[in-house]
């Protein structure tokens, strides 16, 4: 059996799959991509009326890092990758119960990294992959002094978003596979800087909120299957999670504030390029920061986070995440 590659328009270089299967088993160096769940916080439900709309906008910015070079390139400056991704999201609650919303990802990207032995700076700006879901409240209860609030969602995501920087996933192979080096010290990839995966993905996830009196437990998890995409490129499945204890600072009856705790996480499966896995490609991050959350009457709500790693990936492998914020703000109509 013959796998083809593709570098650019013009050159088609074949290898056999004994070649995919030794590239497979090569200690190069997997990049880690920027993780960014479709946002649906249960914290910021307005929940509630049926034929009621709502608008708003969140917003994640992560700085990710690595000082690990070969000794060659130990003069070079550090590798960094700065993502911002805002999600402009609007729904539409059918009943009570069900509701539909759409979300579209507005990313920009900027970094330094390691290219034909020097640094190179650069950045990608565009519209990400949009997310359509269905989401549900199979459970609520509401009481003065308690409050259970569940739901449940499911969606799919479009391939909007320009992938095109996965290019350079594929001209990597063929420069291994034609004898050129196996560790170039870069650690920002095409999967890092890529707007869009070029595939149709699913997703699902659940989302919990009690309280008893001034006393809250929250959280939020979300799978996501992937499937392949341009370039012959697969990123890996992901779960992302957070959860958290929280206290109402401020609870009258037109406005609130919640001070939370939040613990989040999340973890990638191994990425594939030719169907092959890319060993080292999977991610496994553990976060931990302050979050408040204000609400203003019944139309108006609004978040901010700031987390730090407390489990992050090898440094050795990518840059790997230093900090992230998330500020988010919906308007119900």
Known sequence: MKYCFRAGTAVVVHVSALSILLLALLPTTANACDLCAVFNAIETQRGGSAHSAYLGLANQYTYSGSG?????????????????????????????????????PFIFKSYRRIEDGQNERGSERGVGDMSMLLKAVPYRLLR???????????????????SDRLQEELDEVINIVTGGPLDTGNLVGGD?????SGSTDF??????????QNWVISGNAQYTYRQEGDFEYRYGNDFQWDVGPSYYALLEHDRTLLVRLRLSGEYKDDDEILGVNIDGSDEQNVFLGPELIYTGGSHFSAKASFELPLEAGDAADGVVPRYRAVLNAAWTF
């Open 144 to 162: 003065d002094d308690v409050v259970i609030n569940t739901e449940i969602f499911g969606g799919i995501k479009l391939p909007t978003g320009d």
């Open 68 to 104: 690990i070079k070969p000794p060659e390139l130990d003069n070079l400056k550090d590798q960094y990758l700065r993502s911002n991704i805002s999600q402009v999201y609007g729904g539409y609650w059918l009943t009570e119960r069900i509701g539909l919303q759409a979300n579209v």
């Open 192 to 196: 890092d800087l890529a707007l869009g």
């Open 203 to 212: 997703f699902g996830g659940i989302g919990l909120f009690t309280r008893y």
